[in-house]
């Protein structure tokens, strides 16, 4: 049985539509209230929603990265 349940649940990931996402800051899974692509979730972390921190880490981070490879 554990089994079936793992088989459907790579089965769900691998589909290009899912409801179910893991957000990009916190990595927890979450379901999005709207069909519109989310990738932060709205938890809090040190007072902060993911929603907030995700787009401005990532943003930091492609910062680095750029400034790096010069």
Same mark, same amino acid.
């Given at each position: 049985?554990?089994?079936l ?14 409801r179910?996402v ?5 990595w927890n899974?979450?379901i ?9 979730c *709205?938890?809090?972390?040190? *007072?902060?929603?993911?929603k907030?921190? *995700? ?14 490879n010069?």
């Amino acid at each position: 049985m554990f089994e079936l349940c793992l088989l459907e649940l790579s089965l769900y990931f691998q589909q290009s539509r899912q409801r179910i996402v893991r957000c990009e800051c916190c990595w927890n899974y979450f379901i999005p209230k709207t069909k519109k692509e989310t990738l932060y979730c *709205g938890r809090v972390i040190d *007072g902060d929603r993911c929603k907030d921190i *995700g787009p401005v880490s990532y943003t930091h981070l492609r910062a680095h990265e750029t400034a790096a490879n010069l």
